[in-house]
């Protein structure tokens, strides 16, 4: 056997251990002239390593092998790259299992990304103080960075946003005059929304000094700024009494060791007597979240199972009264952002270059293929104290106008 | 001192120790001459213990020991019976803790009323083989024993339960020529309602000798025999394949120990491409079901808190989709049937006699509090594997005609 026949044997060997780790996926892998995988007959997509390190990484660690492998251009795709992520995701889903290198290396980012009040805001400014300027690119005109809901198919991302919104103020039963703490409020879409349409106050927390400066700057445009207050502070420094809580988009980012502080903070600012709604991106049951998302894109991030997360109203004797699973919504949201992305690549790879280019398209495709294949969900949980008032007959008010106002004249408490 | 002057003392001790474990309810408890608490100027309402020894098991127990007292007539209530027990519920949530007798005697009947296959069909037993003329005087015309769905406040008991089992129907999303399992289907009122108005073939299950015999009876009278199909069998027996799974008012029969039997019966009969809806009494939290209910009216009985039972579906990597919390809604169906209940107290007692008639009356009423003061919540669960293709868009078209004709339409697989 020659020297050339040998190592044509050893690719083909590692080719085999990467096609064994992702699963049954029809997808073609290729590296110099190895060709393995079934070919699929009508669309011959390919995943093409172009380097021996990127093929060794691969074994070592799948994900992150192809994650870094992608976002350096030592990876290409023929095809269509969500597409051929949700086939691979759907595969991994019965035979996945993480190499120990993969554990190893998910265990030690945990580590060093602990969501302790400094490590948090490190976090934070890894994603969010990106400059504006590259959010305005791809997301809606309000910038709102969170699962959008889209009434029909056919909404645009603008329309679905806005909706989004709106389903949350109806679902909180906002009356005029109340107080309402925004917990990680972005670049403060929902606060102001909130403000402007439902006549409440609100005390919005976010520790991205990049957000709170631009929501600031907004609140003054709309002449918001009695009603709406933007605090660059860490949800756990959030104190006062309020009526209502609401946190859309930020518990994936607080770590799941910090939820008995979460509950804590929900008890001393709504009690009892308040209700609040969690919007948030969660699992049919724990895992740990992708280690290559966590490395590149959101440090710190644990994407809870359903269960987990409701220890957080568990402990604090708050009753669930309503739980909507919207993760078809949320992998259309990202279909809109993914093609507003590729409309911007150059503006982005002026910004940042192309590596950044390639790693973002990848975590935004990524995503997409995670909510479809039900890998990842998004949750919106309703819960209220048991003295809270503004609990709801039916949900139907939700959704048309008439029930909506009915609802209102008929609430009578539970009370004789 | 005299010894009646010292009997008077030890007499008021007692009261007063009843007080401390029931809580700062505004009511009067009254033994003989001794009368304590906080007289409610404006309705006089009060506890009369008849007698020493059930003074001496209300300090001991005071669930047990009223629950019993108030049975055989030993305690004798001034005022709504309702208003009191949730004015107490109310005061015990914040101070209730449970005596060692409490605790030790609830640990004993957990153990003697386990949930094996025997121990289930005895349990079940109990309840649900009282002879079916008895739950035709107060239950609605088609005999549905669990929480109705007031779609307005002004519908009756009727319309309330046709409401539910629609509800759940279009839940579940119901296809014609679809296979769909019931576990736990009392008298066969939402079984036959499936093959009535959805045209899907139903296999129903039930361990109540008396309610299978009543539902087959009822297939035959309405000529669904060749549709539906009665099974007189534990749910652990079930077999065969499904396109759905739904269980309304089974999950607090069968015992927490028994959840993952629950969840892989859900696995092999519905798989990774179903779904299905669980619709059962919970709770905020973690805690033992009421001794006095478990011991004179539901032996075998627990009721999870919500974490609890998600945790079947999570073990299985069920998708949960919807959650909605309907606890005012059981609170008005059993003001329907407590009302039905005391206009059929005559039959009752000549059925069962007056201990029976105070018994049930108390567990009608005492649930009635537990669900307005949120002690108990009353949950809809539903759930899917990640190859189901009957995942809703939006909830609107639960809810209007029209969204749910486009939804229909809109339907399209996430896969492109």
Chains 1, 2 share one sequence.
């Not at 980012?109 to 990106?130: E, F, P």
Request: contains cysteine; glycine residues 8%; positive net charge.
């Amino acid at each position: 056997m020659s020297t050339a026949e040998r190592e044509s044997t050893l690719e083909n060997r590692l080719l085999r251990r990467i096609q064994g780790l992702i699963g049954q996926a029809p997808i073609q892998l290729e590296f110099d002239q190895e060709k393995i995988g079934p070919p699929d007959p009508t669309k011959n997509e390919s995943v093409v390593i172009r380097d021996r390190r990127t093929l060794a990484h691969m074994v070592l660690d799948p994900e992150l092998g192809f994650g870094d492998g992608y976002m350096q251009g030592r990876i290409e795709i023929n095809g269509n790259l969500v597409n051929i992520l949700e086939q691979v995701f759907r595969s991994m889903r019965s035979s996945g299992k993480r190499s120990w290198y993969g554990r190893l290396f998910s265990n030690w980012l945990q580590h060093m990304q602990g969501n302790t009040r400094g490590g948090s805001a490190a976090n934070i400014h890894h994603h969010y103080d990106l400059n504006t300027d590259f959010y305005k690119l791809w997301l809606d005109s309000h910038l709102v960075y969170t699962c959008a809901y889209f009434p029909t198919h056919s909404a645009t991302l603008e329309e679905a946003q806005k909706a989004k919104l709106e389903h949350v103020c109806r679902k909180l039963r906002l009356q005029p005059g109340e107080r309402v703490v925004d917990a990680g409020c972005g670049w403060g879409a929902l606060a102001l929304h909130m403000a402007r349409h439902y006549g409440v106050s609100v005390q919005a927390f976010n520790i991205s000094h990049e957000q709170i400066q631009y929501a600031r700057a907004q609140a003054r445009r709309e002449g918001l700024t009695d009603q709406v207050t933007f605090v660059e502070d860490d949800y756990r420094n959030i104190s006062g009494r309020f009526d209502a809580f609401v946190s859309v988009g930020m518990l994936e980012h607080i770590g799941r060791e910090h939820y008995g502080e979460l509950g804590r903070v929900l008890q001393r600012t709504i009690g009892n007597s308040g209700r609040g709604l969690m919007h948030f991106i969660g699992r049919n049951r724990p895992a740990p979240f992708s280690t290559w998302i966590r490395k590149r894109i959101f440090p710190g991030a644990y994407v809870p199972a359903l269960r987990e997360a409701l220890e957080i109203f568990e402990r604090q004797n708050y009753s669930v009264l309503d739980v909507e699973n919207l993760r078809l919504h949320y992998a259309k949201t990202l279909e809109h952002w993914l093609a507003r992305y590729e409309r911007s690549v150059e503006s982005v790879s002026s910004m940042f270059g192309p590596e950044f280019v390639r790693a973002w398209r990848l975590y935004l495709a990524g995503s997409i293929a995670s909510f479809r294949t039900g890998m990842l969900q998004l949750f919106q949980v309703v819960f209220a104290g048991s003295a809270c008032r503004q609990i709801p007959w039916t949900r139907a008010y939700l959704y048309t106008e008439s029930a909506r106002l009915e609802n209102e004249s008929q609430w009578t408490p539970a009370r004789s």
